[in-house]
């Protein structure tokens, strides 16, 4: 029976989460999947954690050495029997309805040909991170991934969440075996050349691990000479044939910021070879250089005006401060003298009133008196 999905999980020293992510598959709602597990050579225990399980629906295989990421994708891609294809990364994991969710979507959508899903960024030990996580805010987005301007350096679909419809995947072809870290990019934007349309279930349904270990970021001279090729040879002819000069603009300025924050003659000739030839490739890369060397400078001077602007507020906050214990004090002595006053007042008061007491009594004696003499009252 052909399954409705193939999942295509490659795997490299992953044998602290490969267990997860095979046992996120079989406790799929969904049950009508295959998974193909290859191994490509680790040197770790993965091969032992994949060995143990035993599902007729999973075919594990281990290379006799390491081919890579995108080899070793494609050699299950070309075994894969299901309607759709889905990756799953080995330090990834699916939540128990991602294959349901998925299958009721291209049910309900006959046109797409890539459905996507939202992440939970998870830390090492599969606990959600705080606040969602760098790589959640980035993935987690919503938007229109059938418009151009979505896949100017931007990759918002997490390839962990894709399910692709294998006619389309096949017709596409391969991933890039020569790409190292922006095959999934450069395959999406195959898909969206060729016709293909993308949807997002905008629900997280994948668990995406970030371990500090995670490829797409970690050679960014890589990434970006992966990225001008990518540009050159696909994204920027066929921009220019729809039309949106804007976009291939924008693409370059891009290139241009990111050189001038590298720094590199090396990579800028590199670069500028891809996207412009060779004949002018040295007089742009010096335009990048010294568009740094000015980025440079322009940043010590901000930052001595920072570093200036935070010593004022400093003073400023010592004057405060200064102020506000001064203040304190006088607040202090003028209470206690008014309480002091207070307390003065009601001792002249009670004094007061005693002397009043008194000579009432007083009054009251002679008043007395002089009506006994006159006999107004008789003697007692």
């Given at each position: 029976m052909v399954p409705y999905f193939s999942i295509i999980m490659a795997s490299f020293n992953y044998a602290p989460y490969i267990g997860a992510a095979i046992e996120s598959v079989i406790s799929q709602s969904f049950q009508s999947w295959e998974l193909l597990i290859v191994d490509d050579c680790s040197e770790d225990a993965s091969w032992q954690v994949i060995s143990k399980y035993k599902d007729d629906r999973i075919q594990a295989w281990r290379n006799p050495r390491n081919l890579g990421a995108c080899p070793t994708y494609n050699q299950a891609l070309h075994r894969a029997r299901g309607q759709y294809i889905c990756c799953l990364d080995a330090d990834?994991?699916?939540?128990?309805?991602k294959l349901q969710q998925q299958a009721d979507f291209f049910a309900a959508h006959p046109d797409i040909d890539v459905c996507g899903t939202f992440v939970t960024e998870v830390d090492q030990g599969g606990l959600p991170s705080a606040a969602g996580g760098s790589y959640a805010d980035w993935f987690n987005v919503?938007?229109?991934l059938n418009d151009p301007a979505s896949w100017v350096w931007e990759n918002r679909l997490c390839h962990s969440g894709t399910a692709v419809r294998a006619t389309r995947h096949h017709e596409v072809g391969d991933f890039d075996p020569l790409l190292v870290y922006t095959p999934d990019w450069q395959f999406w934007i195959r898909v969206m050349l060729?016709?293909?349309r993308f949807a997002v279930i905008q629900e997280p349904l994948v668990g995406y691990r970030n371990h500090g270990g995670n490829i797409t970021h970690r050679n960014r001279q890589g990434t970006i000479r992966e990225y001008a090729g990518i540009c050159a040879q696909l994204l920027f002819p066929r921009l220019r044939q729809m039309g949106r000069d804007d976009l291939v603009r924008k693409a370059s300025a891009e290139f241009i910021r990111r050189m001038a924050e590298e720094g590199s003659t090396e990579?800028?000739?590199?670069?500028?070879?891809?996207?412009?030839g060779e004949r002018d490739a040295a007089e742009i890369a010096a335009g990048?250089?010294?568009?740094a060397v000015k980025r440079e400078a322009e940043r010590r001077q901000n930052a001595r005006y920072l570093e200036e602007l935070q010593q004022g507020k400093n003073w400023l906050e010592d004057q405060w401060r200064s102020s506000a214990d001064e203040l304190a004090k006088l607040q202090a002595s003028a209470e206690a003298q008014h309480n002091a006053d207070v307390a003065r007042i009601e001792v002249?008061?009670?004094?007061?009133?005693?002397?009043?007491?008194?000579l009432e009594r007083i009054r009251g004696n002679r008043l007395v008196n002089l009506l006994r003499k006159i006999g107004a009252i008789d003697n007692v």
């Open positions: 990834d994991f699916f939540f128990p309805g919503p938007g229109d060729a016709g293909g990579l800028g000739e590199t670069v500028a070879r891809q996207l412009f990048w250089i010294e568009a002249l008061q009670a004094k007061v009133e005693a002397q009043a007491i008194a």
